[in-house]
């Protein structure tokens, strides 16, 4: 499956961003897809993820309450809604999808997913 990630930009603090990604290749309904972000200078992190066949959607702490992930079958695109973005949200956000149902904590890491897309880079200014 190739996966295309979209929607990145330059907003400021308390903006929203969507980010998107797109599968070709493959239906999400038999993927878990995730998303990451890296930082200059910091090392990948989980942002969020959803389930092939759904389920909870883990969230970083850092981006509870504010980030919600989402699933369109129809368009075959996962959805990363950013609100209240904050500087500290800078970096660059990767979709990836790794195959079947996941539990939580796999979801969690990168090494679960076979699949990456290319990143979209997404800058807050305050």
């Known amino acids: 499956v190739q996966l295309q990630a979209s929607g990145g930009g330059l907003v400021q603090a308390g903006g929203s961003l969507r980010l998107s990604c797109a599968a070709s290749?493959?239906?999400?309904?038999?993927?878990?897809v995730g998303w990451f972000r890296q930082a200059p200078g910091k090392e990948r992190e989980f942002v969020s993820a959803?389930?092939?066949?759904?389920?909870?959607?883990p969230y970083a702490d850092s981006v509870k309450g504010r980030f919600t992930i989402s699933k369109d079958r129809a368009k075959n695109t996962v959805y990363l809604q950013m609100n209240y973005l904050k500087p500290e949200d800078t970096a660059v956000y990767s979709c990836?999808?790794?195959?079947?149902?996941?539990?939580?904590?796999?979801?969690?890491?990168?090494?679960?997913?076979?699949?990456w897309g290319q990143g979209t880079q997404v800058t807050v200014s305050s």
């Open positions: 990836a999808a790794g195959s079947g149902q996941m539990i939580t904590s796999t979801m969690m890491r990168a090494a679960a997913y076979d699949y």
């Open positions: 290749g493959g239906s999400f309904s038999s993927y878990t």
């Open positions: 959803i389930r092939a066949r759904g389920g909870s959607t």
